[in-house]
């Protein structure tokens, strides 16, 4: 994401929440966009679940489901990242056997 002003969103969250949150779905739409097809699909029903979830109730409500969406996302992160880097591990360590 390019051109990122921390202080607009500042500004805009606290002036006009719908008019942020307009923008800040707007964003995640464009991000998604530009990363591979295999990670939309999964991303935009994680998006979808969390705008039913969020349907409805208020403003703060919605902040703290939609930060238990991001520590729940950035726990199935961590989890790959570690998947990752045990592979990476067996991947040396098969490769130093074979020389």
Not at 60 to 71: F, G, K, T, V
Request: glycine share 6%; hydrophobic share 40%; no cysteine.
């Amino acid at each position: 994401m390019q051109g990122y002003d921390v202080e607009h969103w500042v500004t805009l969250h606290r002036d006009d929440p719908d008019a942020f949150d307009a923008a800040r779905q707007t964003v995640i739409a464009l991000e998604l966009a530009r990363v591979r097809p295999e990670f939309t699909g999964p991303a935009r029903r994680l998006l979808e679940r969390l705008r039913a979830d969020a349907e409805g109730v208020g403003h703060e409500q919605r902040l703290r489901r939609s930060a238990l969406y991001m520590i729940a996302a950035l726990a199935q992160m961590a989890r790959a990242l570690e998947e990752l880097g045990e592979a990476g591990e067996n991947n040396d360590s098969i490769s130093r056997r074979r020389r």
